[in-house]
């Protein structure tokens, strides 16, 4: 079964600062698919990126962006120019290539931006 | 965009009675999932539907069940509830040949158990 580690239970960032949130996963699968998601208090799931595992380059998105180390079995979230809005609940998901993909979650990860 | 549509938003019940959450999927997804989210805690994959049959099961409770109907819009039914089912319960979903595009969630429906 795979697995997924956040390791920082919460951090925080100044406003117009980079933070970087870290995720690591377990699985023995080659074809996968990685995300993060925000949950912000209205506690709605918001995608936010999206990695394929068979693509080396890093996905990105705005201000997101993505360190995807496959060997380490890493996928970090870097937010540039924080913003107060980015304040919320960070997940990162793995799910597997095959079959109906359940998504399996991360810890979570609780943002908070500094004015 | 259509979203994914979830009903009622709140719920109380108390202990021991029935509940049903409903969810209506974005036209042309058609794969619905359910999952369980506590309080403080990471959601947890409950039952996954793929044109109408059942696809994959996580750690749902044999109190709950679960069906999608021929319009792909999926029920969970939870009998005797327990104050420990009070959560928010996420539906999403999805399009089976498009797994890159990841789930659309819906806004959840907040069950409490009184």
């Known amino acids: 079964a795979q697995t997924v580690t956040q390791s920082q239970p919460e951090m925080s960032v100044q406003e117009a600062e980079t933070v970087t949130l870290s995720c690591t996963y377990d699985?023995?699968?080659?074809?996968?698919?990685l995300f993060w998601y925000k949950q912000p208090p209205s506690r709605q799931m918001i995608l936010v990126i999206r990695?394929?595992?068979?693509?080396?380059q890093n996905a990105t998105e705005n201000r997101f962006s993505v360190n995807f180390q496959k060997a380490a079995k890493s996928f970090s979230l870097k937010i540039s120019d924080s913003q107060l809005g980015d304040a919320a609940m960070y997940f990162c998901?793995?799910?597997?290539?095959?079959?109906?993909?359940?998504?399996?979650f991360g810890q979570g990860t609780i943002l908070t931006v500094h004015p | 965009a259509a979203g994914v549509i979830q009903s009622p938003r709140h719920l109380i019940k108390e202990k021991r009675e029935t509940a049903t959450l409903k969810c209506y999927p974005i036209?042309?997804?058609?794969?619905v999932y359910w999952y369980q989210q506590g309080p403080g805690q990471d959601p947890q994959f409950l039952i996954s539907?793929?044109?109408?049959?059942?696809?994959d099961k996580g750690s749902i409770p044999d109190r709950f069940s679960a069906q999608q109907f021929s319009d792909y819009h999926s029920e969970l039914n939870m009998s005797s509830l327990e104050l420990g089912d009070s959560a928010l319960y996420f539906c999403?979903?999805?399009?089976?040949?498009?797994?890159?595009?990841?789930?659309?969630f819906g806004s959840g429906t907040r069950l409490t158990v009184v």
């Open positions: 999403a979903s999805s399009q089976r040949d498009r797994p890159t595009y990841g789930y659309t």
């Open positions: 699985t023995s699968e080659s074809d996968y698919y």
């Open positions: 990695q394929e595992a068979y693509k080396q």
């Open positions: 998901a793995y799910r597997s290539a095959g079959s109906y993909g359940k998504l399996t």
């Open positions: 036209p042309r997804h058609d794969t």
């Open positions: 539907f793929y044109e109408k049959m059942q696809s």
